[in-house]
T-cell receptor, first 116, second 113 residues
Framework: AQSVAQPEDQVNVAEGNPLTVKCTYS??????LFWYVQYPNRGLQFLLKYITGDNLVKGSYGFEAEFNKSQTSFHLKKPSALVSDSALYFC??????????????FGKGTKLSVIP | AAGVIQSPRHLIKEKRETATLKCYPIPRHDTVYWYQQGPGQDPQFLIS???????DKGSIPDRFSAQQFSDYHSELNMSSLELGDSALYFC????????????FGPGTRLTVL
């Protein structure tokens, strides 16, 4: 079974400072990893994904994530946080092989608050 | 670019009533996933369809059923609604021949009173 852990329920960061939202995963085979952002009462917006290739993945709105296979981590990062980045962030994983569908398993989410 | 469409966006029902949620995938996407996100919770996989056949089943109650039609749209039917069914229901569509990236719709917020 696949699983995702987001160890921090909430992350607070000052505007202009770098931010990191942590994610670790467990999956059979090679992982497909995703980050989504959710604003209040809104749907899930795709930020970035890791399928294969470079360990550093660049995504939307200046976000990036680093895949670390040995640590089974996929932390989300941004060099300079904006107040508008304040939202709920979900890390998700799915397996790359196997019969059947490829449903996503989500972490519990991390609430990011960027303080002006 | 076309996105996933879900209707209705908001739905209010009483206990023991039924509800039908609809999902219209991105054109040429052949796979649909349904997720349920309770208040303050992460999205949980319910069920998926590929080419109009059920492909996988998650934590979907027996009171719920779903299907995918010939035009690839999908409907989630919910009967004997309970207060605990109040949640945001997401649909995601995928083109299986691609990298299986899921594109999410805006969700239907169901409130059971």
């Amino acid at each position: 079974a696949q699983s995702v852990a987001q160890p921090e329920d909430q992350v607070n960061v000052a505007e202009g400072n770098p931010l990191t939202v942590k994610c670790t995963y467990s999956v059979s085979g090679n992982p497909y990893l995703f980050w989504y952002v959710q604003y209040p009462n809104r749907g899930l917006q795709f930020l970035l994904k890791y399928i294969t290739g470079d360990n550093l993945v660049k995504g939307s709105y200046g976000f990036e994530a680093e895949f670390n296979k040995s640590q089974t981590s996929f932390h989300l990062k941004k060099p300079s946080a904006l107040v508008s980045d304040s939202a709920l962030y979900f890390c998700a994983v799915r397996g790359s092989t196997g019969a059947g569908s490829y449903q996503l398993t989500f972490g519990k989410g991390t609430k990011l608050s960027v303080i002006p | 670019a076309a996105g996933v469409i879900q209707s209705p966006r908001h739905l209010i029902k009483e206990k023991r009533e039924t509800a039908t949620l609809k999902c219209y995938p991105i054109p040429r996407h052949d796979t649909v996933y349904w997720y349920q996100q309770g208040p303050g919770q992460d999205p949980q996989f319910l069920i998926s369809f590929y080419e109009k056949m059920q492909s996988d089943k998650g934590s979907i109650p027996d009171r719920f059923s779903a299907q995918q039609f010939s035009d690839y749209h999908s409907e989630l039917n919910m009967s004997s609604l309970e207060l605990g069914d109040s949640a945001l229901y997401f649909c995601a569509s995928v083109v299986t021949s691609g990298n299986n990236e899921q594109f999410f719709g805006p969700g239907t917020r169901l409130t059971v009173l």
